[in-house]
C-alpha cells in the first residue's frame, strides 16, 4: 500500500499490489524485453540509424503492446495506467529503445482528450498495428514544458493552416510519419497535425547524453498543417505519458540496483567479497529501499488515476519529482559500487545513468514537478 495525501481531514489508500492479469502481463513483457532488449541488443538499436528494432517493434505489435492504450472501438486493448505501468517498469528495466512512450503512450491521450473522432479513427488503428510512428512537439528553447504562449505560429492561408517556429526536445521526431505540434493561431493555442516531408520542415537529431532515447528539434518554415483541436488536451495527455516515465524510472532503478547488489556478491577484494564491506553493503540497501519506494509511488499513482482519486495529479507531482531523483541517484551509485569499470563505456552501468538523467529533464525537472505539487496543494486549500 501507498498512503496518499490528506482529503477531507482522512486519508486514502490505494492498493500498489498486483492483479493475477497485471502479474502475468509483467511476466509476459518481463520475459520479451529480457530475450530482445540485452545489452548487446539495446547498443546495436541505440546506434542504428533508426535508433529502435523494427522486428520487435511488430512483435510489440502483435501482442497487442502498441494499442495498450487504446480503446477497443480503434482497434486497442483499453487497458489502464496501472497495466500501462507495468509495461513501462519493464520496459525502463532493460533500457528499451524506441519510439513507445512518444507513438504508443502521448500521442493516443493527446488524441483521446482533443475528443476529435475523425482524427482518432484515421490514426489510433495505425499505431496499434505498428504502421505509424508518431510525435508530439509542444517543448521549446529554455524549458522542457509546453509554453503558455508559443513562439510556433500558426496562420490560416486559402488551402489550411501553415507553421513557422522551432519545437526543441523533441521525442522520436526523426522517426515520425507525422508530428503533433502546438503552435499558437488566432483563434488560441492549438494542436495542428504536420506529415514528415512537408515543405518547410526540418528536422535535426540531437545529440544528447542518452543514445537509447532519440530527441530532435524540429524547425518549420511555413509548414502545412491541419488543424487538430485545441491545446488544452496537452497537459493531459502529459499527466498520463507522467505516469508511464515515473514507472520507467522505477523499474531502471530497481534494475541498477540488482546489478549493483549482483556486483558485490561476485567482486572480492582482499579475500572476501566487497559486499561484505559495512560501507558497500549500506550503499545497495539505501539503493534497493529508494528504488523500491520509487516503484511504489509509480504503482500509486497510476492506480490513483484508474480510480479518479481526488489527489491524483498532487500525487503525480511528487511522483515523477521522486522517481526523477531515485533514479538518478541510484543509477549513479551503481556506477560507484562497481568503481573503475564502471565508468567505462564497455560497461553498461553509465547506461542507465544517461537514461536517468535524460528522464529526469523531458517533461519538467524535478523542481517544476515539486512546484506544481505547492501549487495544487495551495488550490485545495
Same mark, same amino acid.
Given at each position: 500500500m501507498f498512503r496518499s495525501g490528506p482529503r477531507d481531514g482522512k486519508l486514502s489508500l490505494v492498493s500498489t499490489a498486483l492483479s493475477?492479469?497485471?502479474?502475468?502481463?509483467? +511476466?509476459?513483457?518481463?520475459?520479451?524485453?529480457?530475450?530482445? #532488449?540485452?545489452?548487446?541488443?539495446?547498443?546495436?538499436?541505440?546506434?542504428? !540509424?533508426?535508433?529502435? !528494432?523494427?522486428?520487435?517493434?511488430?512483435?510489440?505489435?502483435?501482442?497487442?503492446?502498441?494499442?495498450? #492504450?487504446?480503446?477497443?472501438?480503434?482497434?486497442?486493448?483499453?487497458?489502464?495506467?496501472?497495466?500501462? %505501468?507495468?509495461?513501462?517498469? +519493464?520496459m525502463g528495466r532493460t533500457l /528499451?529503445?524506441?519510439?513507445?512512450?512518444?507513438?504508443?503512450?502521448?500521442?493516443?491521450?493527446?488524441?483521446?482528450?482533443?475528443?476529435?473522432?475523425?482524427? #482518432? $479513427?484515421?490514426?489510433?488503428?495505425?499505431?496499434?498495428?505498428?504502421?505509424?510512428l508518431t510525435a508530439v512537439a509542444f517543448a521549446e528553447s529554455g524549458s522542457a514544458r509546453p509554453p503558455e504562449q508559443p513562439s510556433t505560429i500558426a496562420e490560416q492561408t486559402g488551402g489550411g493552416w $501553415?507553421?513557422?517556429?522551432?519545437?526543441?526536445? @523533441?521525442?522520436?521526431?526523426?522517426?515520425?510519419?507525422?508530428?503533433?505540434i502546438q503552435a499558437e493561431s488566432p483563434s488560441g493555442t492549438s494542436v495542428f497535425a504536420v506529415q514528415s516531408g512537408a515543405p518547410g520542415l526540418a528536422v535535426s537529431p540531437l545529440t544528447s547524453v542518452d543514445a537509447t532515447r532519440r530527441q530532435a528539434t @524540429?524547425?518549420?518554415? !511555413?509548414?502545412?498543417? *491541419?488543424?487538430?483541436?485545441?491545446?488544452? %488536451?496537452?497537459?493531459?495527455?502529459?499527466?498520463?505519458?507522467?505516469?508511464?516515465?515515473? $514507472?520507467? +524510472?522505477?523499474?531502471?532503478?530497481?534494475?541498477?540496483?540488482? /546489478?549493483? $547488489?549482483?556486483? %558485490?556478491?561476485? *567482486?572480492? +577484494?582482499?579475500? *572476501?567479497?566487497?559486499?561484505?564491506?559495512?560501507?558497500?553493503?549500506? /550503499? #545497495? @540497501? !539505501? /539503493?534497493l529501499l529508494e528504488a523500491q519506494s520509487a516503484l511504489s509511488a509509480a504503482r500509486h499513482v497510476a492506480a490513483a488515476f484508474d480510480a479518479g482519486d481526488v489527489d491524483r495529479y498532487a500525487d503525480l507531482a511528487l511522483a515523477q519529482a521522486y522517481c526523477s531523483d531515485v533514479f538518478v541517484s541510484v543509477a549513479a551509485a551503481n556506477i560507484q559500487a562497481h568503481g573503475g569499470i564502471g565508468f567505462t563505456w564497455e560497461h553498461p552501468a553509465h547506461l542507465y545513468l544517461r537514461r %536517468?538523467?535524460?528522464?529526469?529533464?523531458?517533461?519538467?525537472?524535478?523542481?517544476?514537478?515539486?512546484?506544481?505539487?505547492? *501549487?495544487?496543494?495551495?488550490?485545495?486549500?
Open positions: 493475477d492479469e497485471q502479474s502475468d502481463l509483467r +511476466q509476459t513483457v518481463g520475459d520479451l524485453l529480457t530475450k530482445r #532488449c540485452p545489452e548487446p541488443a539495446v547498443r546495436r538499436a541505440m546506434d542504428s !540509424d533508426l535508433g529502435y !528494432d523494427p522486428s520487435l517493434w511488430d512483435e510489440f505489435a502483435e501482442m497487442g503492446l502498441l494499442g495498450l #492504450c487504446i480503446p477497443e472501438e480503434y482497434g486497442g486493448a483499453g487497458a489502464g495506467a496501472a497495466e500501462l %505501468a507495468v509495461v513501462a517498469e +519493464q /528499451m529503445c524506441g519510439p513507445y512512450l512518444s507513438t504508443a503512450v502521448l500521442t493516443p491521450h493527446l488524441l483521446l482528450a482533443l475528443d476529435n473522432p475523425t482524427e #482518432c $479513427a484515421e490514426v489510433l488503428p495505425t499505431i496499434a498495428r505498428g504502421e505509424m $501553415a507553421i513557422t517556429g522551432e519545437k526543441a526536445y @523533441v521525442l522520436d521526431a526523426a522517426a515520425a510519419q507525422r508530428i503533433y @524540429v524547425t518549420l518554415r !511555413d509548414t502545412p498543417a *491541419r488543424l487538430v483541436g485545441p491545446a488544452t %488536451a496537452l497537459p493531459t495527455a502529459l499527466d498520463h505519458a507522467g505516469i508511464a516515465l515515473a $514507472a520507467e +524510472q522505477a523499474g531502471g532503478a530497481l534494475h541498477a540496483a540488482q /546489478m549493483a $547488489a549482483d556486483y %558485490a556478491r561476485t *567482486r572480492y +577484494q582482499f579475500g *572476501r567479497a566487497i559486499g561484505s564491506f559495512q560501507a558497500i553493503k549500506h /550503499m #545497495c @540497501v !539505501d /539503493m %536517468a538523467r535524460t528522464d529526469a529533464q523531458i517533461f519538467g525537472d524535478p523542481a517544476w514537478h515539486r512546484e506544481r505539487y505547492v *501549487r495544487i496543494r495551495e488550490e485545495i486549500s
